[in-house]
T-cell receptor, first 112, second 113 residues
Framework: QQQVKQSPQSLIVQKGGISIINCAYE??????FPWYQQFPGKGPALLIA???DVSEKKEGRFTISFNKSAKQFSLHIMDSQPGDSATYFC???????????WGLGTSLAVNP | DAGVIQSPRHEVTEMGQEVTLRCKPI?????LFWYRQTMMRGLELLIY????????DSGMPEDRFSAKMPNASFSTLKIQPSEPRDSAVYFC???????????FGSGTQLSVL
């Protein structure tokens, strides 16, 4: 059972455009939502994260928007660059065991 | 710190052989995780340790898989016997605390022929 649903599976954006990746969840016990970025041949690396008491968090060109009532959150990459081409994973933490529940990933390609 | 170190980077073996993957976590990190990544199933948590003790192995697919952490600086994931469906990238990750930032190694690409 996929507890964090991520879309789209793949995304192609032109350089300078905005990349948007969406995630949805059902479990209201989730209380921390990180995004990880993975380049080919590498392990995922933490990009940015948000807690549900905040509606938006921005770090440079990367912004997380969070809609608690809709149980949705999204990653926006402004002024997308070819170097942003990677796979992006949304995820969620819940419970005392703090297991991380992962989305299936979005493969982003930014054309020069 | 050199980060999480995994070896080997690539492993090609024949069905039925034993495979051992190795991981050195970041010094001072109390949590160690083994993940498997495939196109179909994404990132799957296989097992994780806290202070060298296995906490949750519910993701280990079957008895052919076993993991150990004999000390704070070393862990192994063993598959015996290996099968073609075990072909995947296996990642080791560590973190300082529960629910904290995960630091991943570069993974082991396993191909079972």
């Amino acid at each position: 059972q996929q507890q964090v649903k991520q879309s789209p599976q793949s995304l192609i954006v032109q350089k300078g455009g905005i990349s948007i990746i969406n995630c949805a969840y059902e479990n209201t016990a989730f209380d921390y939502f990180p995004w990880y970025q993975q380049f080919p041949g590498k392990g995922p690396a933490l990009l940015i994260a948000i807690r549900p008491d905040v509606s938006e968090k921005k770090e440079g060109r990367f912004t997380i928007s969070f809609n608690k009532s809709a149980k949705q959150f999204s990653l926006h990459i402004m002024d997308s660059q070819p170097g942003d081409s990677a796979t992006y994973f949304c995820a969620a933490y819940a419970g005392n065991n703090r297991k991380l529940i992962w989305g299936l990933g979005t493969s982003l390609a930014v054309n020069p | 710190d050199a980060g999480v170190i995994q070896s080997p980077r690539h492993e090609v073996t024949e069905m039925g052989q034993e495979v051992t993957l190795r991981c050195k976590p970041i010094s001072g990190h109390d949590y160690l995780f083994w993940y498997r990544q495939t196109m179909m199933r994404g990132l799957e948590l296989l097992i994780y340790f806290n202070n060298n003790v296995p906490i949750d192995d519910s993701g280990m697919p079957e008895d052919r898989f076993s993991a150990k952490m004999p000390n704070a600086s070393f862990s192994t994931l063993k598959i015996q016997p290996s099968e073609p469906r075990d072909s995947a990238v296996y990642f080791c990750a560590s973190s300082f605390r529960a629910g904290g930032k995960l630091f991943f190694g570069s993974g082991t690409q396993l191909s079972v022929l």
